[in-house]
T-cell receptor, first 110, second 113 residues
């Protein structure tokens, strides 16, 4: 059973606007959450993370928000750029294991 | 970047044959992971290792075995490949410290005919 879910398989956004990618999880014991970006024929690359004791973490154009009561996290990209077009995976850490969502394909339209 | 190499990068094999994928790291990290990526399923953990000769199962371990005889090498073996094991396989290392995020290799694409 999927413990980390990304319910939007795809998202299209105009260049310069905000991209919001969402992720839900079921296990309240997860202590750390991560976002990865993946281009075709490459391995996933780490983007940004947040500890379960925080509700926001920012790194340049990327901000991750965590709502523990709703078991929900989101990734905001502002402003979106064409180079951001990729598949984004959210992940959650439980013990020594990392659980990934199914991914959201982001297309940024020039 | 993270000093991980996977081999082979591409392989085509036939049902019933054994296959071994190799993950090699140059950074001496304790934790190593094998994932598979499939459409509609994202990345799913097969096995992971927390030291030499220390391994544990992940979500989709059936049909796979692993070995780690040296810190730098983590091998994934399909004893008798099936078409359902056609996938892209990613190895990852977990860097130390409190954050301990995973860093992935470039992947091995396996096709089982």
């Amino acid at each position: 059973d999927q413990q980390v879910k990304q319910n939007s398989p795809s998202l299209s956004v105009q260049e310069g606007r905000i991209s919001i990618l969402n992720c839900d999880y079921t296990n309240s014991m997860f202590d750390y959450f991560l976002w990865y970006k993946k281009y075709p024929a490459e391995g996933p690359t780490f983007l940004i993370s947040i500890s379960s004791i925080k509700d926001k973490n920012e790194d340049g154009r990327f901000t991750v928000f965590l709502n523990k009561s709703a078991k929900h996290l989101s990734l905001h990209i502002v402003p979106s750029q064409p180079g951001d077009s990729a598949v984004y995976f959210c992940a959650a850490r439980g013990g020594n294991q990392f659980y990934f969502g199914t991914g959201t394909s982001l297309t940024v339209i020039p | 970047d993270a000093g991980i190499t996977q081999s082979p990068r591409h392989k085509v094999t036939e049902t019933g044959t054994p296959v071994t994928l190799r993950c090699h790291q140059t950074e001496n990290h304790r934790y190593m992971y094998w994932y598979r990526q499939d459409p509609g399923h994202g990345l799913r953990l097969i096995h992971y290792s927390y030291g030499v000769k220390d391994t544990d199962k992940g979500e989709v371990s059936d049909g796979y075995s692993v070995s780690r005889s040296k810190t730098e090498d983590f091998l994934l073996t399909l004893e008798s490949a099936t078409s359902s094991q056609t996938s892209v396989y990613f190895c990852a290392i977990r860097r130390g410290g409190g954050t301990g995020e995973l860093f992935f290799g470039e992947g091995s694409r396996l096709t089982v005919l």
